[in-house]
């Protein structure tokens, strides 16, 4: 007589709710292994809403403190945390970098986002509408943004920004096109629908971001603008121009200081989890003031937080310029000489005390907080590598 073998899945063994709960605490590369377990739990790890709460949990239980250094050597991972000194946490491997069907192009990050990661091309390129990329590095997987509807005679007339709609679990990707005597154009590519472009028909008349620098706070990118006004005495008005993810509406951010040029905009990550808009003042080579809107909306919320002032010999001559935040309150700056700045150091506005930061043999251009997540995990249209 035969005696036949039964065969007993894990889901027998455990509830599927204990299971979702199980896989919702383990770091997203056991996530990735776990997929591959069962069709049940692929399935239910490709959920939306698994990878939603997945993401929230990671962000809550602090394991998001990791920064994003990017520069023209490396893409690297640190802790963002001082005790730590921001040592590396990992190499990220590219996967377009150095392939034959992107060889000659320069790519730059330009923006991250819960674990995404935006790419676009930062040199000469025969398209006139060269490819906008997303990439998780987590799950190594990527994927090419359609053509925008608007072409342009070179890539520095472009910006690129990657932001979230938490109203619609939605990533968006704002393209800002600046050629010279044109108006400035805008055009907005959502993930969720996975469409053409779509340009807005708003964009105020007097809208001139300073594209170099901006802040996604409270659902909103924001840009500080400089315009100078017409009179017996030419003066800069400073303001800063918010557009709204949600709606895709502007809107003006009332600032209450005088300022003597446009200010580097920025974000804070303040008490708790609140998340600041912040304006960098500059005065002079070697010294900034920092302040954040600790209410958003509210002009008199605005505060002066600290200023940051290095000292030194005259025959030094060295100065410093703003470079980000990291989410430990530190902020990172670059320092040099007359020439060019030549290592980066952050700033401990505690002990008002300046330490080394990063890998001085690198040359960074990008910085923000990182999370790693499952975003892009189950989608179309996306690459593995």
Not at 129 to 137: G, Y
Not at 151 to 163: F, H, I, K, M, T
Not at 269 to 298: I, N, P, R, T
């Amino acid at each position: 007589m035969k005696i036949q073998k039964q065969q007993w899945g894990v889901e027998e063994h455990f509830p599927e709710e204990i299971i979702d709960k199980i896989l919702l605490k383990l770091p997203v590369k056991d996530v990735i292994r776990c997929s591959a377990v069962c069709k049940l739990w692929n399935s239910l790890i490709k959920n939306p809403t698994f990878i939603q709460t997945h993401l929230n949990n990671q962000t809550h239980d602090g394991i998001s403190k990791r920064l994003l250094l990017i520069s023209r050597q490396s893409y690297d991972l640190h802790w963002d945390n001082p005790a730590a000194l921001f040592g590396q946490y990992s190499n990220l491997r590219n996967p377009i970098r150095n392939s034959n069907w992107t060889k000659g192009i320069v790519w730059e990050v330009v923006g991250t986002c819960n674990g995404l990661v935006c790419l676009a091309v930062s040199s000469i390129h025969g398209d006139p509408c060269p490819p906008v990329i997303l990439w998780n590095p987590s799950i190594r997987k990527f994927g090419f943004l359609p053509s925008p509807s608007r072409a342009v005679d070179c890539y520095r007339y472009e910006s690129y920004y990657l932001c979230y709609d938490s109203r619609i679990d939605d990533y968006k990707v704002v393209r800002i096109v600046r050629e010279p005597y044109c108006q400035v154009e805008v055009e907005v590519w959502s993930l969720a629908s996975g469409s053409a472009w779509k340009s807005l028909d708003n964009v105020p008349a007097d809208f001139s971001p300073s594209t170099s620098h901006h802040a996604f706070v409270n659902g909103a990118l924001h840009w500080a603008q400089s315009r100078l006004t017409s009179g017996e005495e030419e003066e800069s008005t400073v303001s800063v121009v918010a557009l709204d993810m949600v709606d895709g509406s502007f809107r003006n951010v009332e600032i209450l200081q005088c300022w003597r040029g446009a200010p580097m905009i920025s974000r804070y990550h303040g008490d708790g989890d609140q998340c600041w808009l912040a304006l960098f003042d500059l005065q002079g080579d070697s010294c900034f003031d920092l302040w954040v809107m600790k209410e958003y909306g509210v002009a008199e919320s605005w505060t002066k937080l600290f200023n940051v002032h290095l000292l030194g010999s005259p025959e030094e001559e060295l100065r410093i310029e703003p470079f980000g935040f990291t989410k430990s309150g530190q902020v990172v700056v670059r320092m040099g000489g007359d020439e060019e700045f030549n290592s980066f150091k952050s700033y401990d506005p505690k002990d008002k005390q300046f330490r080394d930061f990063g890998n001085q043999a690198y040359d960074y251009y990008f910085m923000d907080s990182f999370v790693e997540s499952l975003v892009l995990l189950g989608q179309t249209n996306v690459f593995s590598y």
